[in-house]
């Protein structure tokens, strides 16, 4: 059943850049570009699921910090070997300064 | 060996410097080369090692440095950054928990590959994003 969880606040996260979120032992990545909009996807990377959050946010894209695999963070694109599978991603909505996703 | 091409799984490039993605860029250094490209492979080399808890990073070649400078992020860890006569870039490193200095290590790598020589009192402030740095006119 999908349900939104509030998942940090607006300011929590830098312009281009990302942080991690765990929740009912799921980890996620959200992100916010530099035009303020929010993104989320799942907090791992789909080559050998390392965490996305310490990877570079630049230009819309996520790099995973040890093979560099690519992802286009708002739709989750895989961008080219080593990564074959997109990355899943979630709706968000900011509501009152706290990010939500929604997922389940 | 002429006519010969190697796309290996796994690559040694520089000073030691190895990893897949380096084999991935090899791979298609040598495709090009076998349609007759000439280019040649001048990629910036990286490495990383995890050990136990830690992960060190390495970028560029360290040897090529004549000056140094440490920048003191606010979590204690240190980014080495090693640069050449007259200031350029040359090389990086650093060693912390987990992935953590992953994007630090990834911001000078572009920086060395662009050939920058920035000012070395921000590349030692850690309250100055290697990202701006990247961005600024020093960096080409």
Request: hydrophobic share 40%; glycine share 12%; net charge negative.
């Amino acid at each position: 059943m999908p349900q939104w969880i509030a998942a940090c606040e607006a300011d929590d996260v830098d312009p281009e850049d990302v942080i991690p979120f765990e929740h009912g032992g799921s980890d996620y990545a959200i992100y916010r570009s530099p035009e303020d909009a929010y993104f989320a996807t799942d907090g791992h990377c789909t080559h050998e699921k390392t965490l996305l959050c310490d990877g570079l946010v630049m230009d819309g894209v996520i790099e995973c910090p040890k093979h560099n695999g690519r992802f286009d963070y708002t739709s989750g694109k895989a961008l080219g070997a080593p990564v074959l599978v997109d990355v899943r991603t979630y709706p968000t909505k900011v509501i009152d300064g706290t990010v939500y996703i929604e997922v389940g | 060996m002429p006519g010969m091409a190697a796309a290996p799984a796994i690559v040694i490039a520089g000073a030691g410097k190895c990893g897949t993605r380096a084999a991935q860029e090899h791979g298609a250094a040598a495709a090009r080369a076998m349609l007759g490209g000439t280019e040649p492979y001048a990629r910036v080399p990286w490495f990383w090692t995890d050990q136990h808890d830690f992960t060190l990073q390495v970028a560029g070649l360290t040897d090529t440095a004549t000056g140094e400078v440490v920048r003191v992020r606010p979590d204690g860890t240190e980014i080495w950054f090693g640069l050449a006569d007259g200031g350029r870039l040359v090389t990086a490193a650093a060693a912390g928990p987990g992935n953590s200095v992953a994007r630090d290590i990834r911001l000078a790598e572009m920086l060395i590959a662009r050939r920058a020589a920035p000012d070395p009192a921000v590349l030692a402030d850690p309250g100055v994003a290697l990202k701006s740095v990247l961005r600024s006119p020093v960096a080409g």
